[in-house]
């Protein structure tokens, strides 16, 4: 997929499904629940252990299911080039490295990367980026900082970034972010640790029925005179 094919995705998506476990055991099981329950973009953050062979495995495990996979916690420009080895098609860092952005752009990845204040976010986007990660979202004034910042920044496509409480999903979309990233909301520590993954699939079949039923309603909506 294009870049250009890559941000759509995202925009219909609206989801990016976080796997950050503790073993590799705990992220396949977590993966397999997110797909399962119809999350279609994966991300798999670089701090997971055997991060890039997780990427190349889920790359070809999940591809013919329309799943794209993401690398997270992307560092270095290194980190982005062993990523795009594996099969990830989306780069996503915590915050701005204009090497990273440029290894992306040079190989027709989508680059989604962190900023935090109006400055850093301008930054970010003229840096080349296509996304900006507004990160951590919650911490810095949640949906209301989306919408103050969307005010003078409406040019710039943001994504925010965890922890997004699954309550607050459509407000994140309604203040004027593309999508979100879910990791710890769905994937809970402790269902992890006690490996509940049906709860697990069940969180994010919620995630993902929020964003169908909002889709549907503004359908709707559009066909009202």
């Not at 290894?103 to 109006?118: F, I, K, P, S």
Request: a negative charge.
């Amino acid at each position: 997929m294009s870049r250009k094919e890559l941000f759509e995705k995202v925009a219909m998506e609206q989801i990016i499904g976080v796997v950050r476990e503790n073993s590799v055991a705990a992220a396949e099981s977590v993966a397999e629940a997110f797909v399962a329950n119809g999350i279609r973009i994966l991300e798999v953050t670089l701090t997971t252990p055997e991060a890039f062979g997780l990427i190349e495995r889920f790359a070809q495990k999940f591809a013919p299911m329309g799943v794209v996979i993401a690398a997270g916690t992307t560092r270095s420009a290194n980190d982005a080039a062993q990523a795009r080895r594996a099969g990830a098609k989306i780069i996503v860092s915590p915050h701005t490295d204009v090497s990273v952005i440029e290894y992306a752009n040079e190989h027709d990845l989508l680059c989604v990367a962190g900023a935090g204040t109006a400055t850093e976010i301008i930054r970010a986007w003229e840096a080349g980026c296509d996304i900006v990660k507004v990160f951590p979202a919650l911490y810095l004034g949640g949906p209301d900082y989306i919408r103050t910042l969307r005010g003078p920044i409406r040019d710039v496509p943001m994504l925010a970034g965890g922890p997004v409480p699954l309550d607050t999903i459509e407000s994140y979309l309604d203040a004027g972010c593309m999508a979100v990233n879910l990791g710890a909301s769905l994937a809970v520590p402790d269902l992890v640790n006690t490996e509940q993954w049906e709860e697990i699939g069940r969180r994010a079949l919620l995630a993902t029925s929020i964003i169908q039923s909002r889709n549907v309603a503004i359908t709707a909506e559009s066909y009202v005179h």
